[in-house]
């Protein structure tokens, strides 16, 4: 890779974007040599990554093709999925929250964003803003999507059950909310979460590798929840658009799978586990 920027951020971590020499027009953003975003600059509408490939899948399902969309996301980095959302729904308004300002200036210098995006940058911890959005947001989201990490992990006050209730009032009845989440080889993390969510939504299905799925390896799985069931129908759809191989957890298999598992409250925090810094190469 060659490098094209590097920065010391107010935090002390150091971010830094390279091109990809294997995927010409791209460029990846690492934060302390962890990669956090992949972005085609002149193709938004491509992804790289295989959780952000089975997130945009599920975008890409919901509702019609092209049809604007209100979006928030948690988590800015390079803003990949914003950019992609721009791209395949013009007209759509999105915000992001991202801690870090000096971090999303030095994404702005190196990756411009398009002309006409709707992007809205809102600095902050994002579980402090999610709480203080305009009221005029409230039941108006489409799609939230969740992908916070500080390093490899997602901090704990992000994983309780009174986070994803600061969340779902901000959703439409049938609104999405789309989580980024860590699986490891034990995986009680992840049964926890699901648990979690689970409380508070009504149709919850999670997507990923099958071999993460199992607890034979560790990575990235994606959950969405919903309290409409029509996110059931987004799952066939999504699914065969790949990456491959792909397995899903929801209804009956579910249940099974968090039997047993407890919600993750405040009163006893649980971060993610830590995902090695070779996971995304």
Do not use: W
């Not at 953003?29 to 992949?38: C, E, F, P, R």
């Not at 490939?53 to 209100?70: E, F, S, V």
């Not at 980095?77 to 914003?82: D, E, I, M, N, Q």
């Not at 999507?145 to 439409?172: C, M, W």
Request: hydrophobic share 40%.
């Amino acid at each position: 890779m060659t490098e094209i920027g590097r920065r010391i951020l107010a935090s002390g971590d150091t971010a830094v974007i390279e091109t990809d020499p294997y995927n010409p027009g791209a460029l990846q953003l690492s934060v302390n040599g962890v990669a956090q975003s992949h972005v085609y600059l002149s193709a938004p509408h491509k992804l790289f990554f295989e959780y952000v490939q089975r997130i945009g899948n599920i975008i890409d399902a919901y509702c019609n093709p092209g049809k604007p969309l209100t979006a928030l996301h948690l988590g800015g980095g390079a803003l990949t999925l914003p950019r992609y959302i721009a791209a395949t729904r013009p007209r759509s308004q999105q915000q992001v929250i991202e801690i870090s300002a000096d971090l999303i200036d030095f994404v702005r210098e190196h990756i411009p964003l398009p002309k006409n995006h709707g992007i809205r940058v809102r600095i902050g911890d994002a579980r402090a803003v999610a709480s203080k959005l305009p009221s005029g947001l409230q039941g108006a989201v489409d799609i939230c999507v969740a992908d916070v990490f500080n390093g490899s992990r997602t901090p704990a006050h992000l994983t309780s059950i009174e986070f994803y209730q600061t969340l779902r009032p901000l959703l439409k009845p049938e609104g999405l909310l789309i989580i980024n989440t860590a699986a490891s080889n034990a995986g009680n993390f992840l049964k926890r979460e699901l648990a979690t969510v689970s409380a508070l939504f009504a149709h919850v299905t999670v997507v990923g590798v099958p071999r993460v799925l199992k607890g034979k390896s560790v990575g990235n799985i994606v959950v969405v929840a919903s309290t409409d069931n029509s996110v059931c129908e987004l799952l066939p759809c999504s699914m065969r658009a790949g990456p491959y191989p792909a397995a899903t957890l929801e209804k009956a298999k579910l249940t099974a799978y968090i039997a047993g598992a407890k919600p993750i409250t405040d009163a006893a925090p649980l971060a993610s586990p830590e995902l090695p810094e070779t996971l995304f190469g």
